[in-house]
């Protein structure tokens, strides 16, 4: 049994959190940094708080080498809530909107932006396998924005870099491949991430975004949603998510500690090497339904498509042997492992270990 009982946990999220991280939040619950008292306690106005967040912005400034002209908000709502804040931060009605669509976020970000009077276009639809070609996309003239998801959680797929939009303001959900890897931030006007995949617990927000964007939302945009009045102070309009915001921080003093986001994305390429690889050893057994180019390195959805009926069998005694949280979504079916930053290596070992094991048992 690993330590504290540990199992390996594949959820999609709420993921795994480094175990380094999680002692250090032991250790700090009943008296944080000489406080005496825990974060959870603690005024959102205090200096130690204020500590906190500011460290936090600091760390995430330069893990991502944030230029100085963009804005780090940690908004509430989940990612979901950030579906309708878009575009009432960015457009009045009757603007027009471009949405690439590669799978069910996707998909959902651009039905809730549809609900605002917008001239909201799906300007490349995937098959929730692939990204369509580049020179398939009808970008609009004019479109205040386009919008896409990075990082498709359900169906694995997963851009290589941001896409190309011309001059368009280019916004980005990364909720799932948020600091998995380097970034270049100047190619966005917004990049958007919850963070209870790669970065911290659930209820908090990350939100980058470019200045000259802010102050333009409408009339009629709630002031909990308005991006400009979260800059305007400091993240803190109203009681922000303080615990979750701290253990975010204490994330990011690991992944720096660790070789920042060069050191994640090579630890990333080669777990979802290891998992590709070893489907693609199973002479079939089992299959990645995802384009090779574009297969995510964080959530990896597979199947047995020989003996679908033996997929229950799989999840079950994964889970009995320690291997947690692996059945797919519940729209698609089979198996999915999600391997965010936070998932050892050891943890991949283990599943493939297992993989090939009941293959040898049920081929
Ligand atoms: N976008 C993506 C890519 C996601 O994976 C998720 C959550 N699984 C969401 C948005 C919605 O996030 P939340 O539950 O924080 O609203």
Redesign the pocket.
């Given at each position: 049994m690993a330590a504290h009982g540990r199992v390996f946990n594949f959820s999609?999220?709420p993921a795994m959190l480094p175990l380094e991280v999680l002692e250090q939040t032991q250790r700090d619950t009943l008296n944080f940094n000489g406080s005496g008292m825990s974060v959870m306690e603690m005024s959102h106005r205090s200096k130690a708080f204020e500590g906190i967040i500011k460290q936090a912005e600091a760390d995430l400034r330069t893990l991502l080498s944030i230029p100085d002209n963009y804005k780090v908000l940690f908004v509430q709502g989940?990612?979901?809530t950030q579906f309708a804040a878009i575009p009432l931060n960015f457009t009045q009605e009757g603007d027009t909107v471009d949405y690439i669509v590669t799978g069910a976020?996707s998909k959902k970000a651009y039905e809730e932006a549809a609900k605002f009077g917008l001239n909201a276009n799906v300007v490349a639809k995937g098959d929730n396998k692939s990204v369509p070609a580049r020179d398939s996309w009808k970008l609009s003239p004019g479109a205040k924005y386009v919008h896409y998801?990075d990082?498709?959680?359900i169906g694995g797929v997963e851009f290589q870099g941001a896409p190309d939009v011309g001059d368009v303001p280019l916004i980005a959900?990364m909720?799932?491949n948020f600091l998995s890897k380097p970034v270049d931030v100047s190619k966005y006007a917004m990049i958007y991430a919850?963070a209870?995949k790669n970065v911290g617990p659930?209820g908090v927000v990350i939100a980058i975004v470019r200045e000259d964007l802010l102050g333009k939302a409408r009339p009629s945009c709630p002031t909990m949603l308005n991006y400009a009045i979260a800059a305007e102070n400091g993240s803190m309009y109203n009681t922000p998510p303080c615990w979750p915001i701290y253990v975010c921080g204490l994330v990011f003093q690991h992944l720096l500690k660790l070789g920042g986001l060069a050191g994640a994305r090579e630890r990333n390429v080669k777990k979802a090497q290891l998992l590709y690889d070893t489907i693609a050893g199973s002479n079939g057994f089992y299959f990645s339904p995802v384009e090779e180019s574009v297969r995510s390195k964080m959530n990896v959805p597979f199947t047995i498509p020989s003996k679908p009926e033996l997929e229950k069998a799989f999840v079950a005694e994964a889970t009995a042997a320690q291997l947690l949280e692996l059945k797919g979504h519940r729209s698609v079916g089979g198996m999915r492992a999600s391997i965010y930053n936070a998932m050892p290596h050891e943890g991949v070992e283990a599943l493939t270990k297992f993989m090939t094991e009941f293959q040898a048992k049920n081929a």
């Open positions: 999609a999220g989940g990612a979901s976020w998801c990082n498709e959680t959900d909720s799932s919850g209870q659930s």
